[in-house]
Antibody, heavy 121, light 112 residues
Framework: EVQLVESGGGLVKPGGSLRLSCAAS????????MNWVRQAPGKGLEWVSS????????YYAESVKGRFTISRDNAKNSLYLQMTSLRVEDTAVYYC??????????????WGQGTLVTVSS | DVVMTQSPLSLPVTLGQPASISCRSS???????????LNWFQQRPGQSPRRLIY???TRDSGVPDRFSGSGSGTDFTLKISRVEAEDVGIYYC?????????FGQGTKVEIK
């Protein structure tokens, strides 16, 4: 069974930093690209970042480019999102998701339960 | 970016009755390989999203056959043949053809 478990969310002040983690199990992690998608309170879904299976291709939404860094450790079956210079508008539930290996741009077949990041003074 | 527009945004339905959600894209979602990468997700209250349908009309494993997807080009539809109580939630379309992938605003399905 595919499982994605996020951690690391919490309350942080504007301008602060936070590192999210996602522990993957139930599939061969090093053969899948992975994504972060966020959902602001009461709002819709927004793609944040993607990384290919080897970590050699990385993409970011314009809204987080230069502030967020996606990475992975295939030996630990883990995905990460380092968030710096956080803004109030980054407040959201952050979901780790697995790429479905089909779509050229974005394909998601499994989602984690999410971790809440709140940016507030 | 490709804009995905869903309608309606709110859909009150009677149990046992059909429901239909429309999703339109600002440009064609047909990729050069001939496939159309349009997905539908269900998000039940308090839960993370779950994929129901991919490539317009293929149901994921375990998805009841009362859910069906159709459409082509820029116009797509998710239909629920007979709404059940467990279908309450928000439904999102998402395109994966053009970079970056984008989502519709969501359609909230509730029971009348």
């Amino acid at each position: 069974e595919v499982q994605l478990v996020e951690s690391g969310g919490g309350l942080v002040k504007p301008g602060g930093s936070l590192r999210l983690s996602c522990a993957a199990s139930g599939f061969t992690f090093n053969t899948y690209s992975m994504n972060w998608v966020r959902q602001a309170p009461g709002k819709g879904l927004e793609w944040v970042s993607s990384i290919n299976n080897r970590g050699s291709s990385i993409y970011y939404a314009e809204s987080v480019k230069g502030r967020f860094t996606i990475s992975r450790d295939n030996a630990k079956n883990s995905l990460y999102l380092q968030m710096t210079s956080l803004r109030v508008e980054d407040t959201a539930v952050y979901y780790c998701s697995r790429d479905d290996k089909m779509a050229p741009a974005l394909g998601i077949d499994y989602w984690g339960q999410g971790t809440l990041v709140t940016v507030s003074s | 970016d490709v804009v995905m527009t869903q309608s309606p945004l709110s859909l009150p339905v009677t149990l046992g009755q059909p429901a239909s959600i429309s999703c339109r894209s600002s440009q064609s979602l047909v990729y050069r390989d001939g496939n159309t990468y349009l997905n539908w997700f269900q998000q039940r209250p308090g839960q993370s999203p779950r994929r129901l349908i991919y490539k317009v009309s293929t149901r994921d494993s375990g998805v009841p056959d009362r859910f069906s997807g159709s459409g082509s080009g820029t116009d797509f539809t998710l239909k629920i043949s007979r709404v059940e109580a467990e279908d309450v939630g928000i439904y999102y379309c998402m395109q994966g053809t053009h970079w970056p992938g984008t989502f519709g605003q969501g359609t909230k399905v509730e029971i009348k």
